[in-house]
Nanobody, 124 residues
Framework: AQLVESGGGSVEAGGSLTLSCVTS?????????MGWFRQAPGKEREAVAT???????VYADSIKGRFTASPDNAKNTLYLQMNSLKPEDTGMYYC??????????????????WGQGTQVTVSS
């Protein structure tokens, strides 16, 4: 299913952004896991937050307390609210999802559906 991200942009350190990931109602209701990943230039793609359909959310240590992943079931959307942004948060942010039941492991191999990404740039 198609995942469409939006909300990226350029901000100064300490600023905030909210990313959105929208999909179809059918896909959204059938996804067991949804999550956000990011990839900085020259680095591997890493998990930022993963969430199962029961609301259990796991965050990467590097963003705990600053980022929040939350759903809007009426809009088939998963948000990523990012506060207190740092230059090291710069990268392409991807929404990912998977229908398979089981632990939503923070690994790219756990997720089968991916969006095209939205760029986040944080300047110092």
């Amino acid at each position: 299913a198609q995942l469409v991200e939006s909300g990226g942009g350029s901000v100064e350190a300490g600023g905030s952004l909210t990313l959105s990931c929208v999909t179809s109602k059918f896909a959204y209701n059938n996804y067991y896991c949804m999550g956000w990943f990011r990839q900085a230039p020259g680095k591997e793609r890493e998990a930022v937050a993963t969430r199962n359909q029961y609301g259990v959310t796991v965050y990467a240590d590097s963003i705990k307390g600053r980022f929040t992943a939350s759903p809007d079931n009426a809009k088939n959307t998963l948000y990523l609210q990012m506060n207190s942004l740092k230059p090291e948060d710069t990268g392409m942010y991807y929404c990912a999802a998977d229908r398979r039941a089981g632990a939503c492991v923070m690994s790219t191999t756990r997720f089968g559906d991916w969006g095209q990404g939205t760029q986040v740039t944080v300047s110092s």
